[in-house]
């Protein structure tokens, strides 16, 4: 062998036990074992109950719905939903006919203009409520309300929101491209209702909702035994319901049934006990909220694919992974998103063909060798398991919190139930998996008596099914 063969050999060598160090080093960073779960688990139920007991008591916010009437699957009639949560919202029109019966829908999509989202609160809720006038004009038969009563809706507002009650709350701030500065401090929903009488609408808004607990509505419709509802796409929530006597900061007389559904915006969890790598500290300081949403930066489908990018950046830059240069896509920060990590890992080819696909089409990396395929696909499953296993742990917490992590005799007989809502949850088959199968060994025997059930468009019908339930026309 000559001495450039030799050397280019001896280079390849210390290349890979680069590589390897890495790698080692970040599962050995991520890696969580039961005990160190359990621990998280336990730090979700602590502050949550320092939420429930004062409003600036925790992370964790526990944010008090005045939900307390959650559907029971013997709803009926027409309601409609209105969801904004983007440059885009839905109205929807459903027709309740028990949870026997297949519940009818038809919706209309609308895309909104620019120069709506940057204008005035009246333009923007004109326009809404427009698009909302001219759906109702095409109720179809059967879909009509009862007669002399108003239509009932229930609105999504997918907006930072200060609730005041079931059917009013305070906007504090504008996300996603919108810009409508009066509107800040503003009732929304009462914006919402004098646009309606701008336009001769005979329509009462009956409940102000976020889509987790729109989740929570809509799996405890066709499933009683639901007890809280998780949401596991793009962001990541969860919403349950609370005894009122555990929620000290209530104030006023305790709703009938002695509940109340708690909105969590459990994304903001934070403990010492996380295991945060180097990227994760790099991805937070660098993020439009730094020290915020700790939990959701580790476990989202918003920010997998973006951890794994650093990983392979780093491993570009200090060991040559790709070659002499890093990958200039390869440096733009979200370049890869959580559908991509996911193709990767759930590869099966003999030679891990889509993960060399990814990589030459979104990172312009072609010609990628078995051995590079290999550690790329490695990285994913490191990410992707420790945020699954931390979501699973984040509903142990939950079920800690409500007493239903271990059976008791008389209960030995009734299931737990967990609605999950979210993309990342019902596309990402790894994810999900390790996420079930950690949160029953959490469980060990009450496992039994645990389901998670996938509970789609929580948004829409879930919002619809909240004003069903808090009906002042229910049919019988």
């Known amino acids: 062998m000559s001495k450039a063969v030799a050397a280019v050999v001896c280079t390849a060598a210390v290349k890979w036990v680069s590589v390897e160090t890495v790698v080692k080093e970040l599962e050995d960073k991520c890696s969580l074992s039961m005990k160190k779960l359990r621990q998280i688990a336990d730090a979700m139920t602590v502050e949550m109950r320092a939420g429930l007991a004062s409003e600036d008591g925790s992370k964790l916010k526990m944010l008090i719905t005045y939900v307390n009437n959650l559907p029971n699957g013997d709803e009926k009639g027409v309601f409609y939903a209105l969801d904004l949560g983007g440059t885009n919202f839905r109205v929807m029109r459903f027709l309740l006919s028990g949870k026997q019966s297949k519940i009818e829908q038809q919706s209309v999509e609308v895309s909104i203009p620019r120069e709506v989202m940057v204008g005035t609160s009246e333009e923007l809720f004109d326009f809404i409520v427009a698009a909302l006038a001219k759906f109702v004009e095409t109720e179809g038969e059967g879909f009509h309300p009862l007669p002399g009563k108003p239509r009932e809706l229930g609105f999504t507002f997918s907006f930072p929101v200060k609730q005041l009650s079931l059917s009013s709350g305070k906007l504090i701030r504008w996300t996603k491209g919108f810009h409508i500065e009066e509107a800040v401090g503003q009732d929304v929903v009462e914006q919402l209702t004098k646009a309606m009488d701008r336009f001769g609408l005979h329509m009462r808004v009956v409940a102000l909702v976020n889509d987790t607990v729109g989740t929570l509505a809509k799996g405890r419709y066709s499933n009683s035994d639901v007890v809280a509802a998780v949401i596991l796409g793009t962001g990541t929530n969860a919403a349950y319901v609370e005894q009122i006597n555990a929620i000290p900061k209530w104030q006023g007389e305790p709703p009938e049934n002695g509940e109340m559904v708690i909105n969590m915006e459990w994304g903001n969890f934070s403990s010492s006990h996380l295991p945060l790598s180097q990227y994760d500290q790099s991805l937070d300081s660098e993020s439009l ?188």
Request: net charge neutral.
């Open 289 to 476: 909220n730094p020290g915020e949403q700790i939990y959701e930066k580790l476990i989202s489908g918003m920010y997998l694919g973006e951890i794994v990018r650093r990983v392979l950046c780093h491993l570009s830059e200090e060991a040559s992974l790709f070659g002499e240069h890093v990958p200039s896509k390869l440096k733009v920060p979200f370049t890869l998103g959580t559908p991509a990590i996911s193709a990767m890992h759930h590869d099966t080819t003999p030679d891990l063909k889509v993960v060399g696909t990814k990589l030459e089409e979104i990172l312009g990396i072609p010609d990628t060798s078995f051995k590079t395929r290999k550690i790329v696909l490695e990285i994913c499953n490191i990410i992707a398991t420790r945020g699954a296993r931390l979501a699973a742990a984040g509903i142990f917490g939950i079920l800690k919190k409500l007493g239903k992590e271990t059976v008791k005799d008389e209960e030995r007989q009734q299931r737990t139930v967990i609605a999950v809502d979210g993309g990342l949850f019902e596309h990402y088959g790894k994810f999900r998996d390790c996420m079930e199968s950690t949160l029953k060994t959490l469980l060990g025997p009450a496992s039994e008596n645990l389901v998670i059930e996938l509970s789609n468009d929580g948004s829409g019908i879930g919002a619809a099914l909240i004003a069903a339930s808090h009906s002042k026309y229910q049919t019988s």
